[in-house]
């Protein structure tokens, strides 16, 4: 790319050096500069870039941008001196690959749960309607069908911008992005212009983060006030009116409100919903009129999710009869409550919750459903060195179950000891076990049951790994359940 074009965007600068021509990269890891490339030092939280800037020329690059003074050979490196280096890269990614969340219909959705049901279930239906989609988020990547992993829910700035710019590049023609308050406050959504924003709810998470359950609100309206001001764009904000946040998000946008929900009046409303083990049912209020709606999904926040997705796909302009058809023939997104498919006489779901929030409407999904003589059983587990507030508030919510099992999700620094206790802190009965190990955890809950019970594996959902330290190490929690089980109960797997 043309170097000068490239750096023009960067308003207040000090060059030295003499600039190449073009550049034919952007790198903010010194491991992956090419040859001829340009190098962004970025300052994080355990790794400054600056630190690297020799490894970054040896790999050959011959722009660095920096903050703060560099050493280099002036007659081979060029060297950029900006103010925020993070701020620049948003720039700098944007303008490199063509600013190309322009050229495709780009839907941002955000909240404290639903995000990754509702941005998968947008690109099912679009696929299904035989439209190029991608998505990305806590599940990874998704270029129509193709999944790459990623590291964040959102990633950084030119993980995102090169990301959108190899969905255009395949020929997809929208993009659902799941937008986390930390990639908001971070400034990782710079650069993406999105067409459609996503309320979902907000609940406590993250408050080692944000504080205060207010800055973490505000976070997640960063993403309406970021649709920008530009009126003569077809944009649309789409919120939920049973979400007492939502009249706070409206407030942040100008463009046309879309409201969904149950309780209170929205433009599209569920009503007479019927929940079964095995989907849900419900009528569905528009302004075009009533809609009978029928679904795989289960459970009243799979409602929510549909909602959502009903309004943003109206939104964009398909026909609300076409997007229900559609919605009918969408299985359940991994790892979200998703029910481990097996002749076993047991009942397994794996699900991400991780919240207060979202353990109490998993466990509302099936409780209707469990027989008298039968057991719920609930292994619910957090992360280690990450908010410590939600721990006993969790355990409470999932104290509803028969039998609970705490345990640990990534525990990675923390010892099990410290993660369990302040989870048991505010189990409200004596049924519950503290294993801190999660594979034991596992195997436990498959031991203390019987036939007829159900088990809900809470925490992990679609991964399958564990972070021990700083490592990443296999695990599958249904992998594990169904060997233990089939141990116990003989053969029995369908599927996976």
Known sequence: MDTAKLLSVLAVKQVMGTIPPTVTDIAVDSRTVNAGGLFVCIEGFTVDGHDYVDKAVQNGARVIVASKPVTVDLDQVAVVLVDNTSRAIGLLAACFYGYPSKQMTMIGVTGTNGKTSVSGIIQAILQLAGEKAAASGTIGFNVDGIVYDTDNTTPDTLTTQGMIAQAVAEGCTTMTMEVSSHGLVEGRLAGTEFDIAIFTNLTHDHLDFH??????GYAKGLLFSQLGQNLDKRKFAIVNADDAWSAKLKEMTSYPVLSFGIHNDAVFRGKDIVLAADGTTFTLTTPEGEFKVGMQLIGEFSVYNALAVIAALSAKGMATRDIIGYLEQVPAVKGRMERVQTELPLTIYVDYAHSPDAIEKAIAAVLPYKKADSKL?????????????????????????DYVILTTDDPRDEPYESIVGELAAGMQHKGF??????AEAVRHAVAVAERGDIIIFAGKGHEDYQIIGSTKYPHSDAEIALAEAEKKFGTGVVEK
């Open 211 to 216: 504080g205060t359950m207010e800055a973490y």
């Open 377 to 401: 059983i609930f292994v619910i587990g957090t992360g280690g060195n990450r908010d410590r507030l939600k721990r006993p508030i969790m355990a409470e919510k999932a104290s509803v179950a």
């Open 433 to 438: 076990a503290c294993i801190g190990d999660r």
